[in-house]
C-alpha cells in the first residue's frame, strides 16, 4: 500500500484535555483504530497480566510507565491488520524518547500525517476529571455535567455501569499535570519544528472542538466525510 494511503494523526494535550473524546468521534468518521496507551494499560490491568500490574504501580502515582514496556506494546499493537490505513494516536508519545522510537515505527510508512495539540487551562482539566465517568468494557466517556449518559450511570453504548477511575482523584491528577508539563510538553516544540503541529482552542463544547479537528484534518488532506 502506497504510504499516502495511510494516515496517521497524534492528538497531544494535557490529561483531561479531550483527546480521548475526540479519537472516538474520529475513530468512528474516519474509520481508524484509536491507539490509546492508556487504555491498553486499563486493559491489561483488568485482565490481571504482568503488563497491567506494572503499569499499575506507575499509573496509581500519575508517574509514565517505562518507555520500553510501553513503546514495546504499542509497537505489537501496530502490527495488527486494522492499522493498515493507518490510526489516531492518544497518549503516545509522551516523551521525546517515545517520539522516536514512533518516527522508527512509522518510518516505512510515511510517519505522522498531522498532530492536533489540544490546549486547555489547568483549572479546566481538574474540573473535567473530576467529573469524568468511563465504561470500563467499551471505554466511552462521560462527564457528570458536560457529556452525562441517558441514564446516570449506565453506558449509552454497551449498557454497562460506569466507574471513576483511579488516577482520577485530585492528588494522582496534580501528578499528572506536573509530568504532562516536564515530559510531554518538549513535544509541542519538537513537532512545531517539523511543521506537523495544528494547535486547537480545546475549551469549547465538544462538537466545536470536533469541527476544528475536522478543518485542520481537511487542512492535511485527510478527508472527512460529510
Ligand atoms: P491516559 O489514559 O492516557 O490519560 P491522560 O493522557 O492523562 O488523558 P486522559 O484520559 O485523562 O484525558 P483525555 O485528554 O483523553 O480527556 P477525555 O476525553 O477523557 O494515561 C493514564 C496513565 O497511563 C498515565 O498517567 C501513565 O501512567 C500511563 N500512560 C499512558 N500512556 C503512556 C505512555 N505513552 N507512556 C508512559 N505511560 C503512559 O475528557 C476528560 C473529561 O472531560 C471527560 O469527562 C469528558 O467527557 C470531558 N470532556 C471532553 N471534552 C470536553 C469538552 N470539549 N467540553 C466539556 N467536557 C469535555
Known amino acids: 500500500m502506497a504510504a499516502q494511503d495511510r494516515n496517521f494523526i497524534l492528538l497531544l494535550g494535557a ?30 490491568l483488568s ?7 506494572l503499569a499499575k504501580s506507575y499509573m496509581d502515582s500519575g508517574a ?13 499493537r501496530l502490527t495488527r491488520e486494522d492499522c493498515a490505513r493507518g490510526a489516531i494516536f492518544d497518549g503516545f508519545p509522551r ?22 495539540m489540544f490546549t486547555v487551562d489547568d483549572d479546566v482539566v481538574v474540573e473535567r476529571i473530576s467529573g469524568r465517568r468511563s465504561c ?11 457529556n452525562p449518559p441517558k441514564q446516570p450511570n449506565v453506558c449509552d453504548v454497551c449498557g454497562n455501569e460506569l466507574y471513576q477511575r483511579d488516577d482520577d482523584k485530585p492528588e494522582t491528577v496534580k501528578s499528572r499535570l506536573y509530568v504532562y508539563y516536564k515530559q510531554t510538553s518538549p513535544l509541542i516544540g519538537y513537532y512545531f519544528a517539523k511543521g ?29 466525510a460529510p
Not at 473524546?21 to 491507539?35: F, M, N, V
Not at 485482565?47 to 500490574?53: F, Q, R, S, V
Open 15 to 44: 490529561p483531561g484535555a479531550g483527546k480521548g473524546t475526540q479519537a472516538q468521534i474520529l475513530q468512528e468518521k474516519l474509520g481508524l483504530p484509536h491507539i490509546a496507551t492508556g487504555d491498553l494499560f486499563r486493559y491489561n
Open 136 to 146: 470500563r468494557n467499551c471505554g466511552a466517556v462521560y462527564h457528570d455535567s458536560f
Open 196 to 224: 506537523l503541529l495544528e494547535e486547537i482552542n480545546a475549551v469549547q463544547p465538544v462538537a466545536a472542538v470536533t469541527a476544528d479537528v475536522f478543518k485542520v484534518l481537511s487542512a492535511h488532506g485527510i478527508l472527512v
Open 64 to 76: 509514565l510507565v517505562p518507555d520500553d514496556v510501553t513503546i514495546k506494546m504499542v509497537a505489537d
Open 95 to 116: 516523551n521525546l524518547q517515545q517520539a522516536v522510537a514512533l518516527e522508527d515505527l512509522l518510518a516505512d510508512f510515511g510517519g505522522l500525517d498531522v498532530v492536533v
Open 47 to 53: 485482565n490481571k497480566t504482568e503488563l497491567g500490574l
